[in-house]
């Protein structure tokens, strides 16, 4: 998956604007403009497409954080130069303060079975015996069964994953 891909499933789920994104970049001490965000949002085929890096794509995970959560007592977010599903995936279980449990169900939702032990395998250290990356598909079901949970009109949920185009 593309961080431009991430960003736009998460853009739907939560039904945001583009002044809405803008804020949450702003949160984490990113000045953006519309025209930048409606660049990083465009199909991956328009002219005026404009790839997000890893380090953008976690700024604005650290600031949905801190939409969601509240800031948090310690200095500013740690923004990442490089970013893999396994960050992201966990960005957004914090974001949407979601224990194991709670993330198996929206798994289960999105059609995909994951045990309690699998699932902790993608947030232990890289060095453990146990870690294990997580993969595309494991991602693009955690964000589709988010889409599920939170999108107002659950109808257009599944839509939207088939508009996409995404393998």
Same mark, same amino acid.
């Given at each position: ?12 789920? &939560? ?10 970049? !702003? ?5 953006? #403009?519309?025209?930048?965000? #409606? ?18 794509? !976690? ?9 969601? *959560? ?13 970013? +893999?599903?396994?960050?992201?995936? +966990? ?18 939702? #999105?059609?995909?079975? &994951? #045990?309690?032990?699998? &699932? ?11 870690? *294990? ?6 991602? *693009?079901?955690? &964000? ?20 996409? +185009?995404?393998?």
């Amino acid at each position: 998956m593309t961080n431009n891909d991430i960003l736009r499933r998460i853009r739907y789920t &939560l039904d945001l604007d583009d002044d809405r994104m803008m804020a949450i970049f !702003a949160l984490a001490d990113l000045q953006t #403009s519309r025209a930048q965000v #409606s660049d990083w949002l465009k199909k991956d085929d328009d002219p005026a497409f404009q790839a997000l890096s890893d380090r953008r794509l !976690a700024i604005y995970l650290n600031g949905l954080i801190i939409d969601r *959560r509240g800031p948090n007592d310690r200095q500013g977010p740690d923004h990442e130069n490089r970013l +893999n599903n396994n960050l992201i995936f +966990n960005k957004l279980k914090i974001a949407f303060d979601l224990k194991a449990d709670s993330v198996l169900e929206i798994m289960e939702l #999105s059609g995909f079975h &994951l #045990s309690k032990h699998e &699932l902790s395998a993608f947030f232990r250290k890289p060095t453990h015996k146990n870690y *294990r990356d997580c993969k595309d598909q494991v991602l *693009r079901k955690f &964000l589709q069964g988010l889409q599920i949970k939170y999108r107002e009109d659950t109808d257009s949920a599944s839509a939207f994953e088939w508009k996409q +185009n995404t393998p």
